[in-house]
């Protein structure tokens, strides 16, 4: 069964393309390499001994997608991950997400609608539920007003799926909400690649402890949590990858309840910004310099997981630790500066 995986050469869908190989789908990734690099497809053959089709492709451009699902009209699948992701950068940029993130979703969806299969697996995030009031947090809960535009995008996304379910019954959908995914495939040949200045905790834990950052900076120590710091739920990238073979799965074998679920992805645990620079440097053995700083704007306090339905409806769990999340991560890290 042949699956297009959009952004398929990012940090998740780089992973995802690993297990779909390892579960006999044959993959073809479109990707703009916007925040990638085709080294990512030598890295996945070096996993799998399969080099998965690749096509350059900006889903920005209507006629360019149009073209693509003419060619590839025998996909069984597609899982959607292209788009912007760094909550801070869309506060600055907000038409820059909403136009990459937004018209996007519309192409995919509207080139899809022409095909026989329509199942969806639409990479959404636990930002759609901005500063929850209750937690762990669950799915059925009040949506919020997002805390970013990038939040916003993901809640827009799911809206737009959701309404387009009600007219075209041929499209089956799941929506999965990520929560913090970190870390890297155990063999080093695929992880995060951030470009220019990592946004995200934990790329910028790994190149300060390697020199190439001076210092941490801490965002905020003054929140309402147990030591100060903001509390997330940081899940394995390779268990987040793994979740989305299972929601396809489901999809191909009919076994989804509805035309369009969304289901959380994350651990059920929430660790704050100081409880992960301990991790990394349990794992690591080294002293990691940083320094307590100003808030980040739209940072929420605090969100972790509820994982009931994932674990009884979808039958997924996430099965790795913060620690080994760490670790790969480190691994990575010194692998890609040859360290
Ligand atoms: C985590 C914590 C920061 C950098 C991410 C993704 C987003 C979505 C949700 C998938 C916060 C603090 C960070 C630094 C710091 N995932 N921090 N110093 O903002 O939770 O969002 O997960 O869709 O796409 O971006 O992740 O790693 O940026 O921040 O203190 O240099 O680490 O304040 O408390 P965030 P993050």
Redesign the pocket.
């Known amino acids: 069964m042949k699956i297009l995986v959009t952004g398929g050469l990012g940090f998740i869908g780089s992973h995802t393309v690993v297990e779909l190989q390892q579960e006999g789908f044959e993959v073809v990734i479109i990707d703009n390499l916007s925040h990638s690099s085709l080294d990512v497809l030598d890295g996945i053959k070096a996993i799998t001994d399969i080099k998965p089709q690749f096509q350059k492709l900006d889903l920005k451009i209507k006629k360019d997608v149009k073209t693509f699902f003419k060619k590839y009209n025998d996909l069984a699948g597609v899982i959607h991950f292209a788009a912007k992701?760094?909550?801070?950068e869309s506060i600055k940029e907000p038409l820059m997400y909403y136009e990459n993130n937004i018209s996007t979703l519309v192409y995919v969806l509207q080139e899809l609608s022409e095909l026989n299969q329509q199942n969806f697996i639409f990479?959404?995030?636990?930002?759609v539920y901005g500063q929850a009031d209750i937690l762990p947090i669950t799915e059925n809960e009040a949506i919020k007003v997002a805390e970013s535009p990038?939040g916003n995008t993901?809640q827009i996304g799911e809206e737009i799926i959701r309404d387009t379910c009600k007219v075209n019954k041929k499209l089956n959908s799941i929506a999965l909400r990520?929560?913090?995914?970190i870390g890297a495939h155990p063999t080093a040949q695929i992880g995060e690649l951030p470009i220019g200045v990592?946004?995200?905790?934990?790329p910028?834990i790994t190149q300060t402890a390697l020199g190439i950052r001076e210092q941490?900076?801490?965002?905020?120590n003054d929140y309402k949590t147990l030591d100060g710091?903001?509390v997330?739920d940081y899940i394995h990238v390779v268990d987040v990858a793994k979740a989305h073979v299972v929601a396809l799965k489901r999809l191909l074998d009919n076994k989804n309840d509805y035309d369009f679920e969304v289901f959380n992805l994350g651990t059920g645990k929430g660790s704050s910004?100081l409880d992960?620079i301990e991790s990394f440097e349990k794992v690591s053995g080294k002293k990691l310099k940083y320094q307590i700083m100003d808030?980040?704007e739209?940072?929420v306090t605090s969100i972790y997981a509820e994982t009931t339905k994932a674990n009884d409806v979808l039958g997924w769990k996430a099965e790795l630790t913060l620690d080994d999340a760490m670790a790969s991560a480190w691994k990575w890290e010194q692998k890609i500066r040859n360290k």
């Open positions: 992701k760094a909550v801070g990479s959404s995030s636990c930002t990038y993901k990520y929560f913090n995914p990592p946004q995200n905790l934990v910028y941490l900076s801490v965002f905020g710091t903001c997330r910004v992960v808030r980040r739209g940072d």
